[in-house]
């Protein structure tokens, strides 16, 4: 779950990813993981749960599923990426799956996997793949690896022509789920490519320092977070950032 700010007075766009395990009122359900509130009614209740918890009013949203994630990183060319080399081996296995989301018609011959690490061109089964890892270290470097991905499929983005980015954007329109029009859509997409903002800002949320992950009970592992702390960082960090 990221937030994407795109800040016109001062021309710079920022990602926020708010952690999946953040332990949050959910409205008429109970106090639970963040994510339980996109399983049991989707984005309309994610949002006011953000809004509740969070003080953040956002009413706007995009879902993006994984085959049209692994089609608009192929169709801008790739993406550039530091790969760690603990990550092969998972990544590789993790392939193995994205591949057959890809094309379920090609036999597994055709499967690129990962030979080395450090940074890299890699397409879209392998940025999906690369984007769901946790297990060699956690939920917050995942948060972080999937930033990379964005921030990097913005930059490949600026580089290309007009045919490649109407195709972008006919996929993207095609292949999620918003409450956004699509004209609104394309106007906030120039805004963005307008900017060229090479070094997007980025916060993981709740903050490092103001934060402990716990086992709740029957709840499992979540993150409990220092509310006040945290509400007037992110709130700074979206609204009066510089």
Known sequence: MIILTIDSKNKDIRLTSIGRDTYVDIPGYSTEKLNHSYAYEGPPLLLET????FGIPIDKYITVSFKSFMDIVDEIGGIEVNIDSKNIDIINSTINETYSIY??????ASIKLIK???IQTINGYQALAFSRIRYTDNGYARDGRQREVILSAYKMLLKQDLPTIKEAVNIILHNCKTNIAPLEMVQIGIKAYNMKDSGIDQLEFPIASHREDIIKGE????TEWDKEYNQKELKKFIYNYK
């Open 50 to 53: 953000i809004n509740k918890n």
């Open 103 to 108: 094309n379920e018609d090609k036999t597994a």
């Open 116 to 118: 080395n690490g450090g």
């Open 219 to 222: 709840k499992g592992w979540v």
